[in-house]
């Protein structure tokens, strides 16, 4: 069955380091978005991409980035972790393409904690 | 901007109760609105969505929502809560305005009791 997966589930790294974190689906979607849950904030976007070699900065975007090299993976990278980073993140995916809106299925998201 | 708020934090309902969530979302073109609910721990699960047509949504898990478009409003509804509903629900919206991007509300914690 086509899956979202995302990996490590659960990371811990100290203040400084780079991080990345890696989404893979295999539904063959065009459309693949990065979001953070943060407690009373829900869920906030990243970073998101329409195709491959196309990304776009989300409403929380600064400390991240996000590379697009084919369909299948997203990797979200932060660059130099903070505390502030401390989170849950989930990876989605949509169809992308044509004229209406696609559902996004989401992973089963990586907690990260910035010591 | 589009934005969702859900004005409830926490809600506390008995077992056999009904349950309302409440939703109220801000969007300038034709909005597609989603309930997911998310367990503790786990990931998020689509309930319902509203695309366009009956503004009277089915979902999974016996819940369903009503699109309100005069009071910007999408509340969750379900006649009779079990146990096994305690997580968190959050409220979306969404749309090809947005370039198919999703905006979250808070989330409402709904606790049991049995």
């Known amino acids: 069955d086509a899956e979202i997966t995302q990996s490590p589930r659960h990371k811990i790294t100290e203040t400084g380091r780079q991080v990345t974190l890696a989404c893979h689906q295999t539904?063959?979607?065009?459309?693949m978005f990065w979001y953070r849950q943060d407690l009373g904030h829900g869920l906030r976007l990243i970073h998101y991409?329409?195709?491959?070699?196309?990304?776009n900065k989300g409403e929380v975007s600064d400390g991240y980035s996000v590379s697009r090299s084919n369909t299948e993976d997203l990797p979200l990278t932060l660059e130099s972790a903070a505390s502030s980073q401390t989170s849950v993140y989930f990876c989605?995916?949509?169809?992308?393409?044509?004229?209406?809106?696609?559902?996004?299925?989401f992973g089963p998201g990586t907690r990260l904690t910035v010591l | 901007a589009q934005s969702v708020t859900q004005p409830d934090i926490h809600i506390t309902v008995s077992e056999g109760a009904s349950l309302e969530l409440r939703c109220n979302y801000s969007?300038?073109?034709?909005?597609?609105l989603f309930w997911y609910v998310q367990s503790p721990g786990q990931g998020l699960q689509l309930l319902l969505k509203?695309?366009?047509?009956?503004?009277l949504v089915q979902g999974i898990k016996g819940f369903e929502a009503e699109f309100k478009r005069s009071q910007s409003s999408f509340n969750l509804r379900k006649p009779s809560v079990h146990w096994s509903d305690a997580a968190e629900y959050f409220c979306?919206?969404?749309?090809?305005?947005?370039?198919?991007?999703?905006?979250f509300g808070g989330g409402t914690r709904v606790l049991v009791k049995p």
């Open positions: 969007y300038g073109a034709t909005p597609y």
């Open positions: 991409s329409y195709g491959v070699h196309d990304t």
């Open positions: 989605a995916s949509s169809v992308g393409g044509g004229s209406s809106y696609n559902e996004q299925f």
């Open positions: 979306a919206v969404g749309g090809m305005a947005a370039g198919n991007k999703l905006t």
């Open positions: 509203y695309f366009s047509g009956d503004t």
């Open positions: 539904w063959n979607h065009n459309n």
